[in-house]
Every structure is written in C-alpha cells, then in structure tokens.
C-alpha cells in the first residue's frame, strides 16, 4: 500500500464547474498537508498550505483536512481553462525533511 | 526575485555514464532538497542539505550523492547511470528544514538515458 494515495483521472469539466480533488494517506503521523499545481513539463507550483485538520480557503481554492479520516479535498469553484494541469497532493510530519506526494491527479477544464 | 534555478534544463546520457545536476535555492533560503519524477507519478525524496549538510535521505542507491556549497547551491551527482534514471530531477528550497516554511521547487532537470 502506498503512503498516499491519489486517483490520478484524468479528470475533465466545463468551464464554470467545481473540480473536486482527494487523498488518503496511511501515515497518522502527517501533519502537514499541501496542495501543488504542475503543469506539463514545469516544477510543482505550491497553491494551498494547511496544518492539521480544518478548512483553509484562498480565493478559488479551498483545501480539507480530516485527519481522522486520513483524508483530504482541494475544491476549485469556478474552474478556468489555466487551470488544466496536474493537481499534487504532498503531506510531511512536520519537522521532518521528506514530502510524500501522491501521483497526481490530470484536470482538463473545457472552454 | 529569481525562484530556484536549475541547470540544464534537459540533458542525455548513455547508460554507465555519470552526470552532475545544479541547484540554486531562493536567496535566504538554507536548505535543499532534491526530489525525481518519474512520468506519470509524484515526486520521490532523494536528499535534503541543510547548512551544507545531509538531513535526509531517500531509498535511492548509492549510486546517487550530492553535496551543499556554502552559498547554499547544491548539487546530485549520479554514477553508472541506468534507463529507470530517466526521470523529471527537481530541486526545491526552503527557510528551514521540514513543513513549517513550505518548498519552492524549480522547473527541473529532464533527464532522458539511452
């Protein structure tokens, strides 16, 4: 079993839609939880940052945390077709030094 | 400000070659790590430096090193390279070790062997 894990789609909506994303994760130990955009041949790009459990939101974006599920969402209101790429999810114990990522998750947003 | 910077930027070697991929992090930033991707999935750790010295490492062999400067730029050197090497190598810094500042990672080195 992986330490996370994540469908990797791919994942196609309309312009306008809600693009709802997802990982689980085995380590209980995680404590922080990012969210990073990628897309094709280019670096991963940080969007979204959260400690814990609870919600963060920023502008389009907003990012779960349930860690009692070991579960977590990015939600993107109102997609634009810029936000075609690839969706990371990455969590870390903390002071540690590793991120583990899940595989990625292919959004297409159809102008 | 320059993000991080990585050189080259796509590269191709012949299997049992070696190769040396670069690393500037963010001015102020003291610590690198260096990830690979391979197509189609996340980011797998290879090493963190931290004030020039080793915090971390991930499951690669031996054949993979790399080194911190004093001014902070990095280094991974990888030896007898073998076709699964072929791979996304990104770089990523930050103000400290772990989660708390968040990485900023570079646009990568493609790196394709033959």
């Known amino acids: 079993q992986k330490e996370v894990e994540q469908d990797p789609g791919p994942l196609s909506v309309p312009e306008g839609a809600i693009v709802s994303l997802n990982c689980t994760y085995s380590?209980?130990?995680?404590?922080?939880f990012m969210w990073y955009r990628q897309y094709s041949r280019k670096g991963p790009e940080l969007l979204m940052y959260t400690y814990s459990s609870g919600n963060k939101e920023d502008g389009r974006f907003t990012a779960q945390v349930d860690k009692s599920s070991k579960y977590i969402s990015l939600f993107i209101r109102d997609s634009q077709p810029s936000d075609s790429a690839t969706y990371l999810c990455?969590?870390?114990?903390?002071?540690?030094?590793?991120?583990?990522f899940g595989a990625g998750t292919t959004v297409t947003v159809r102008a | 400000d320059a993000g991080v910077t990585q050189s080259p930027t796509h590269l191709i070697k012949t299997r049992g070659q070696h190769v040396t991929l670069r690393c500037s992090p963010i001015s102020g930033h003291k610590s690198v790590s260096w990830y690979q991707q391979v197509l189609g999935q996340g980011p797998q750790f290879i090493f963190q430096y931290y004030e020039k010295e080793e915090r971390g490492r991930g499951n690669f062999p031996d054949r993979f090193s790399a080194r911190q400067f004093p001014n902070y730029s990095s280094e991974l050197n990888v030896n007898a390279l073998l076709l699964g090497d072929s791979a996304l190598y990104l770089c990523?810094?930050?103000f400290g070790t772990g989660g708390d500042y968040g990485y900023t990672f570079g646009s990568g080195t493609r790196l394709t062997v033959v």
């Open positions: 380590n209980s130990a995680f404590q922080y």
């Open positions: 990523a810094s930050s």
């Open positions: 990455a969590m870390s114990v903390g002071n540690d030094y590793k991120l583990s």
